[in-house]
């Protein structure tokens, strides 16, 4: 991370002083990062928004104790990866045929399948695109991991955190944290060479294309799934790692909150969490 400017360091110095919107400033420089994070670990839009609120509340009572000894949005995701892994230790981990389970209960509802339907027309956020299910779908693979596990590979893989700024936020030494990322890869390489059809022939799961035929049919599906830069490399390739890669690399450059299919995208995690009884369709 960058050293703070001198505008920032002011801020903070402010903010020190009980000066809520010098803070403010301070957290909106990195809370889209904060929140899609956040989405990404609870699959939820209103739980991932009132898990940032409390870490916004909670930074801002606790800013006297800043140091400074890590960034300022260390310190911050530090506190909002404990209130999501507080979230999650009530949950179940997600089964790898999660989204197996969403196809057969969409399939099978009539209110569902509106709810789609209604979405992908009047939402300004109601677009399919295949590059936002892949994150999505990483996601879903992403909460078959144990939460520390989620926690740190998506913090170095999507939001390009370092290994020690990893340990401060877990509170874990850099060892464990290397242990953690170097299984945390292993299992999400390993379920998505089992289950992804789009680059992998052995994949079982092709919601990805079998979406984009229903809500893109003006786009041809070989036109559609070759904008995918992974596609061509898997054709290129046996290297599952590097696929993981190009995975991350895509996953890295999506907002799940503000992309143009966000509100697609949620309502289909709507009915994954459904699927796997995590939460009723509502």
């Not at 050293?3 to 957290?27: R, V």
């Not at 590059?131 to 144990?146: A, N, Q, S, W, Y």
């Not at 070989?222 to 904008?227: I, M, V």
């Amino acid at each position: 991370m960058s050293s703070p400017s001198n505008s920032q360091i002011n801020l903070l110095e402010k903010a020190k002083g009980g000066d809520i919107l010098a803070f403010q400033e301070l957290f909106l420089g990195f809370q889209d990062q904060l929140k899609s994070f956040l989405y990404r670990l609870v699959a939820n839009r209103e739980d991932a928004e009132d898990l940032a609120q409390d870490a916004f509340v909670r930074a801002f009572e606790k800013i006297g104790t800043f140091r400074g000894e890590s960034s300022l949005k260390t310190w911050v995701f530090r506190i909002a990866a404990n209130l999501g892994r507080d979230a999650l230790r009530q949950r179940q981990r997600w089964p790898e045929d999660a989204q197996d389970r969403s196809k057969s209960l969409a399939m099978g509802s009539s209110t569902i399948a509106e709810a789609f339907m209604k979405v992908h027309h009047q939402s300004p956020s109601g677009r399919y695109d295949v590059r936002e299910h892949i994150d999505f779908c990483f996601t879903c693979i992403g909460k078959t991991l144990p939460i520390d596990q989620q926690v740190a590979v998506m913090l170095k893989d999507v939001y390009q955190f370092k290994r020690r700024e990893i340990a401060e936020i877990l509170e874990l030494t850099e060892g464990k944290v290397k242990h953690l990322l170097h299984d945390a890869r292993t299992t999400m390489t390993n379920v998505f060479s089992r289950r992804c059809a789009l680059v992998n022939q052995k994949g079982t799961c092709n919601q990805c294309s079998e979406l984009a035929g229903i809500y893109n049919p003006r786009q041809a599906r070989a036109a559609h799934l070759n904008k995918i830069e992974m596609v061509a490399e898997a054709k290129q390739t046996d290297d599952l790692r590097k696929l993981y890669r190009l995975r991350t690399e895509l996953v890295r450059f999506i907002d799940p909150i503000k992309s143009d299919g966000a509100d697609m995208q949620e309502v289909i995690m709507r009915c994954t969490r459904a699927a796997v009884r995590e939460k009723a369709f509502a």
